[in-house]
């Protein structure tokens, strides 16, 4: 399911004010898809200052006012600010936070909305999110980033190399922990289609054995990596498989980085 026609124009628009300091992240870098299973329903732009927060929320509400759009701010502080954008009857939240440069993959730049999160650097952060605050929403997106991306084992074994307080089980363990949620809870979000929660937790619950399993056979040392294959695509990595030792073990760093051959 794309994105709604609202958000896209609000996007494009202020694709001239994003940078690699200043980019589009959160699920928008995969709802963007046409088989996506919901709709975002608001706007994420990261920033690794708080000085390009400040100047990126400072630009964005200019450009935006000047083309007759109204911000009604509802949240600002230093690292974080919120506003809902509208305009003609239609209405959007817009957020801009600091967040840190460790990441496993530059930033992209994006013809159509300027600069965006690398796609797994956004899939990682949403299995951390889903850890920590148990949104029906992230438990949603990790299914489909778990059937269409890369398994629910690889993203959270990479995830744990952006917060090392987490261990790979530790951190689906959480994320089970949180994992009930009532149907009415659908009715809140945009969806593709109908879902079927009793079939979600079935996919969930298989999703999980296969993590755990993954997780009891991968060598210690590369907690926090992800597995990328001879074309420099991440992999649900076979220890037992003879390819195994040949998967390039990529570790996050400061801003990220592109993969090379040695």
């Known amino acids: 399911m794309p994105l709604g026609d609202f958000e896209k124009s609000i996007l494009r628009l202020l694709a001239v004010n994003r940078n690699p300091e200043s980019y589009i992240a959160g699920a ?8 996506s299973l919901r709709q975002s329903q608001d706007i994420d732009v990261f920033h690794d200052t708080v000085k390009s927060l400040q100047q990126a929320a400072w630009s964005d509400a200019a450009v935006l006012e000047q083309n007759g759009y109204v ?12 506003a809902v954008v509208s305009k003609a009857g239609q209405a959007t939240k817009m957020e801009w936070a600091y ?22 650097d956004g899939a ?33 074994w990479a995830a744990c190399g ?6 790979p089980q530790f951190l689906v363990e959480e994320a089970q922990r949180l994992a009930h949620y009532p149907a009415s809870r659908l009715n809140t979000l945009l969806l593709r289609e109908p879902l079927d929660l009793v ?16 997780f009891n056979q991968l060598p210690p040392e590369d907690v ?22 040949k998967l390039r073990r990529h570790f996050g760093s400061v801003r990220g980085a592109w993969p090379v051959i040695a």
């Open 224 to 245: 926090g990596c992800l597995y990328l294959d001879a074309n420099h695509q991440a992999v649900t990595p076979d220890p037992a498989s003879v390819e195994f030792s």
């Open 28 to 35: 928008t870098v995969f709802l963007r898809r046409e088989d």
């Open 199 to 214: 079939e979600c937790k079935r996919q969930w619950l298989q999703a999980l054995d296969g993590a755990k399993a993954l």
């Open 71 to 82: 911000l009604e701010w509802a949240d600002q502080q230093e690292m974080f600010r919120r």
């Open 162 to 167: 952006k917060d090392a307080g987490f261990t």
């Open 99 to 120: 967040d840190s440069a460790f990441r496993f993959f530059p930033v992209q730049a994006d013809a159509e909305i300027g600069f965006v999160l690398h796609p797994l």
């Open 124 to 156: 990682t952060n949403k299995v951390l999110a889903l850890a920590g605050r148990g949104e029906l929403r992230d438990y949603l997106d990790v299914l489909f980033l778990h059937r269409n991306v890369l398994s629910l084992g690889a993203l959270a």
